[in-house]
Nanobody
Framework: QVQLVESGGGLVQAGGSLRLSCAAS????????MAWFRQAPGKERESVAR????????YHTDSMKGRFTVSRDNAKNTVYLQMNNLKPEDTAVYFC????????????WGPGTQVTVSS
């Protein structure tokens, strides 16, 4: 099992920045990749970014490229999401997740952290 705890969410004005953190514990040797997802009220959950644990290869959803950056600190078993130039439509609960194999779905999830962007 892998346990995940997100932090860093909050209320920010449009144009501002936040950095989210997600700390993993437990069987961290099982981590193949970590990812960020978000879910806004009344909308489906969507992928934000992911990072492969061993290589550091990243993937960012097109609509967020240039504003959001995912990174990791393997020594701290922590993944980060730097979010710049935030917009009201970025308001959502942000979740981090872990998959244990490249062919598996993301099976471990954190409880989420709320990000609210005011206009």
């Amino acid at each position: 099992q892998v346990q995940l705890v997100e932090s860093g969410g909050g209320l920010v004005q449009a144009g501002g920045s936040l950095r989210l953190s997600c700390a993993a514990s437990g069987r961290t040797d099982r981590i193949d990749a970590m990812a960020w997802f978000r879910q806004a009220p009344g909308k489906e959950r969507e992928s934000v970014a992911r990072i492969t644990w061993s290589s550091g290869m990243t993937y960012h959803t097109d609509s967020m490229k240039g504003r959001f950056t995912v990174s990791r600190d393997n020594a701290k078993n922590t993944v980060y999401l730097q979010m710049n130039n935030l917009k009201p439509e970025d308001t959502a609960v942000y979740f981090c997740a872990v998959r244990s194999r490249s062919t598996s779905p993301f099976e471990y999830w954190g409880p989420g952290t709320q990000v609210t962007v005011s206009s």
